[in-house]
């Protein structure tokens, strides 16, 4: 069976450290990875996703970046945090065919930068 | 730009009591409607819908998908304290590489 896992499950930061959050899918190959943000609102935002190794695309403009060097490894990073950049991140893996496109969510990772 | 559009957003209601979530939405190309509940952290996957007037069932929870007035319901019969979550709906479209556009989903507590 597939299982997502995301670290760490929470972390505190100062504003301009950077980040780096990682994501690794097992049982699965060639998923399609997702990144999300969650902030108060509760609404989900999708941030990148990926169908392939190497292969990232930007939903929307910030001040993260996403990298995906394996086939089942997807991570978040920023050079710089900013306030804004506080909430939960959730990274979720689908088979992206045209019959299952449902997806499935890791743990999530509670940022907060102070 | 798709649109999802959950009411109401927040919902008290008692153990027992039979609740009816809604989801609206606007998207060019239709492909699936997808509905998650969340506790504490991650969405967990509930159902998907394709097709208009075919009932998805599990357990007390069901839902059905309009096509034809675009929007989804979600029913909770005979619920329990543990069916307190978020629950969030949403949609993806043809040709965007399975993405999923999300509403800001509806808050249920269930007292007992």
């Known amino acids: 069976s597939q299982t997502i896992h995301q670290w760490p499950a929470t972390l505190v930061q100062p504003v301009g450290s950077p980040l780096s959050l990682e994501c690794t899918v097992e049982?699965?190959?060639?998923?399609?990875l997702y990144w999300y943000r969650q902030a108060a609102g509760r609404g989900l935002q999708l941030l990148f996703y990926s169908v392939g190794i190497g292969q990232i695309s930007s939903e929307v403009p910030q001040n993260l970046s996403a990298s995906r060097p394996q086939d089942r490894q997807f991570i978040l990073s920023s050079k710089k945090l900013l306030l804004s950049d506080s909430g939960f991140y959730l990274c979720?893996?689908?088979?992206?065919?045209?019959?299952?496109?449902?997806?499935?969510f890791g743990p999530g990772t509670r940022l907060t930068v102070l | 730009e798709d649109k999802v559009v959950q009411s109401p957003l927040s919902l008290v209601v008692h153990e027992g009591d039979t609740v009816t979530l809604n989801c609206s939405y606007e998207?060019?190309?239709?492909?699936?409607l997808l509905w998650y509940k969340q506790e504490k952290k991650a969405p967990t996957f509930l159902f998907m819908l394709?097709?208009?007037?075919i009932e998805k069932k599990s357990g007390r929870l069901s839902s059905i998908l309009d096509k034809k007035e675009l929007f989804s319901i979600l029913n909770i019969t005979a619920t329990q304290t543990g069916d307190s979550a978020i629950y969030l709906c949403a949609l993806t479209r043809g040709g965007s590489n399975y993405k999923l556009t999300f509403g800001k989903g509806t808050l249920l507590t269930v007292n007992p």
């Open positions: 049982g699965t190959s060639n998923p399609n």
């Open positions: 998207v060019t190309n239709f492909r699936s």
């Open positions: 394709t097709s208009s007037g």
């Open positions: 979720a893996w689908g088979e992206g065919g045209p019959f299952h496109n449902e997806q499935f």
